[in-house]
């Protein structure tokens, strides 16, 4: 059974500092991998979505990345602000079944 | 365009009611689906369905119903509210392809409580 486990819970750096957001899984077959974002009482807003044929994809200062052979995929995000702040969530999705496994997601603090 | 929209976006019920929670898209979308987020854990799927006339089962669909008499609507029923059914209700669609158009939309979901 699919398992996807986000480290750490919650983080908390300083304005201006890259930072990096991890997701792991413990199947490695997936037919891709979507990160969010999550804003409190709010829904969830699709960021970045990678095939399970591609390495990374890029949005303006967002940057993630795909290894299936170890399980894992990071969030790089570049020159972090304030509005950066909220809770990011990955989620895989198998066999191309629109169905998508989540992991609990980080809470991100962007401290000015 | 107003997206995936959700009704009612706060509801608190009695244990043994029953309601039901109201998921409109206006994208065309043939897949959609409901989740539901508990904290600390990740969101986990309850129905969902890949068109008109056709439903299919999650994750954790027990206590739940849902209908897809149209494109557009995918309403999720309570059939009598229990207090573990207390929690975050979301609502998702997306179009049936394969590639980069798979990215899911989601409603700004239902806050239930049940007492």
């Known amino acids: 059974k699919q398992e996807v486990t986000q480290i750490p819970a919650a983080l908390s750096v300083p304005e201006g500092e890259n930072l990096v957001l991890n997701c792991s899984f413990t199947d490695s077959a997936i037919y891709n991998l979507q990160w969010f974002r999550q804003d409190p009482g709010k829904g969830l807003t699709s960021l970045l979505l990678i095939q399970s044929s591609q390495r990374e994809q890029t949005s303006g200062r967002l940057n993630a990345s795909l290894d299936k052979s170890s399980g894992r995929s990071t969030l790089y995000i570049a020159a972090s602000q304030p509005g950066d702040s909220a809770t990011y969530l990955c989620?895989?999705?198998?066999?191309?079944?629109?169905?998508?496994?989540w992991g609990a997601g980080t809470k991100l603090i962007i401290k000015p | 365009n107003a997206g995936v929209t959700q009704t009612p976006k706060f509801q608190v019920l009695k244990t043994g009611q029953s309601m039901t929670l109201q998921c409109a898209q206006d994208m065309n979308h043939e897949y959609m689906s409901w989740y539901r987020q508990d904290p600390g854990m990740g969101l986990r799927l309850i129905h969902y369905?890949?068109?008109?006339?056709?439903?299919d089962q999650g994750e954790v669909p027990n206590g739940y119903n849902v209908s897809r008499s149209t494109t557009e609507d995918f309403p999720l029923r309570l059939l009598s509210a229990a207090p573990s059914q207390t929690s975050v209700y979301f609502c998702?669609?997306?179009?049936?392809?394969?590639?980069?158009?798979?990215?899911?939309?989601f409603g700004p979901g239902t806050r239930l409580t049940v007492l």
């Open positions: 989620a895989v999705e198998m066999d191309s079944n629109y169905q998508l496994i």
């Open positions: 998702a669609s997306s179009y049936l392809t394969s590639g980069p158009d798979d990215e899911q939309f």
């Open positions: 369905s890949v068109g008109a006339g056709i439903t």
